[in-house]
Every structure is written in C-alpha cells, then in structure tokens.
C-alpha cells in the first residue's frame, strides 16, 4: 500500500499570502495525484487532478506540480474561502490512498 | 449534475452488521467506464479510501477491511450497497460515496461526493 504524508500538518497564514503544501507517496505514483479541499461539515471537492489539471470551476490560484514521489499543491494568493483542510490521493496502485491532511488555517 | 446522497442507520452496536446505500443520479452504473467508491472519516481524522465498483462489476477493496467489506450494485435502482460486518466502536465515521468514471478528462478521481452520513457505533 501507497503511504502518501503530507506536511505540514498546519499551516498558519494571512489572506493574500502564498500557500504551499507538499505530498510525498512512499514510491512513484507517476502523475497519478490528486488534491481535495474539505470545509467543515462538507464533503471533499476535487480540486487538482493528474497532479497539474484544476477540476471543473476550481480557480486559477490554485495550481498543482510534481510527479514521481513528490507533489506540491500552491494557492497563489489566499481569499477567505481557502482556509479548509486539504487532502491528497493516488491512483497509481490499489487500493487509491488519501494523505493524512494539511489543515490551512488564518494567522 | 450528478448527484448522489448516502443513507442507512444513524447508530450500530458492536459486532452488527452496517448496511449503507448510496442513491445517486444524473449517470448510470449501465454506461461503460463509470463507478461509485465508498470513503470513510472518523470525526476529526483523515480520509480512508474502503471499497469501489465499476459499471462492469469490477469490485476493489481496501486490502485492510476486505475480509469486512462487501459492494454491490442495483443498476435498476441507481444505488450502490456497502456492507460491513463486525462493526466496533473504531469505525464511527462519517461515510461518503462518490462518482468516479475511467473514460474521460477526469479519469479514475472521485467527483463529485455525497454529503456523507455518520455512523456511530456504541452499546
């Protein structure tokens, strides 16, 4: 099984800053990676799938780069509505594990 | 638009059986390429990927629970079953189905979700 961590775990920041996080999968997933943002009480929403392609109505301030082991998810400039956890997942091998979080919270 | 909406018991003993449905429309389990997953989240944990069926009857279990797992379909009915059986208390969780297709742009990701429904298990 895929083990994919995320760091970090929290990640303090203003509205307006730049916003990086980072996956790693314990082997190659290729570009097989995607990340989701959840908001309290919500569902998970696909935000960024085969690494680098946004989903359906996702903004362009969020952008997603990496392939192989390690993977970067980066908000270009914070709004409000960003502040949520995020989740990564890889599809390269069964079953299709999900990272353990990064919770983007305001500084 | 694709939906789909998760329902079943609210709360479970320990050592019972959990039988979960997953309602959805706007695609069917009929059409070449498309599947539902199942996803839990315990309260304040991480996401934890369980079972997958595809349109052909392609069946995919998380290796940890497979003993536990058991998913279906009801092309009829546009529903998706989860079972699992022996529940315990660690498996109180928020349980979400998802859409998934192979053909496509956005191959093999869960888009869209369900809502979610919690199970709690407790004597």
């Known amino acids: 099984e895929i083990v994919l961590t995320q760091s970090p775990a929290t ?46 109505g996702i903004p362009a301030r969020f952008s997603g780069s990496g392939s192989g082991t390690d993977f970067t998810l980066t908000i270009s400039s914070l709004e409000p509505e960003d502040f949520a956890v995020y989740y990564c997942q890889q599809r390269s091998n069964w079953p299709h594990t999900f990272g353990q979080g990064t919770k983007l919270e305001i500084k | 638009q694709i939906t789909l909406k998760e329902s079943g018991p609210t709360l479970v003993k320990p050592t019972q059986t959990l039988t979960l449905t997953c309602t959805f429309s706007g695609f069917s389990l009929s059409t070449s390429g498309v599947g539902v997953g199942w996803i839990r989240q315990p309260p304040g944990k991480a996401l934890e990927w369980l079972a997958l069926i595809y349109w052909n009857d392609d069946k995919r279990y998380s290796p940890s629970l497979k003993s536990r797992l058991t998913i279906t379909k009801d092309t009829s009915k546009n529903q998706v079953v989860l079972t699992m059986t022996n529940m315990d208390p660690v498996d109180t969780a928020t349980y979400y189905c998802a859409h998934i297709t192979i053909f496509g742009v956005v191959s093999n990701w869960f888009d869209p979700w369900g809502q979610g429904t919690l199970v709690t298990v407790s004597s």
């Open chain 1, 11 to 56: 990640l303090s920041l203003s509205p307006g800053e730049r916003a990086t996080l980072s996956c790693r999968a314990s082997q190659s997933v290729s570009s097989y990676l995607a990340w989701y943002q959840q908001k309290p009480g919500q569902a998970p929403r696909l935000l960024i799938y085969d690494a680098s392609n946004r989903a359906t």
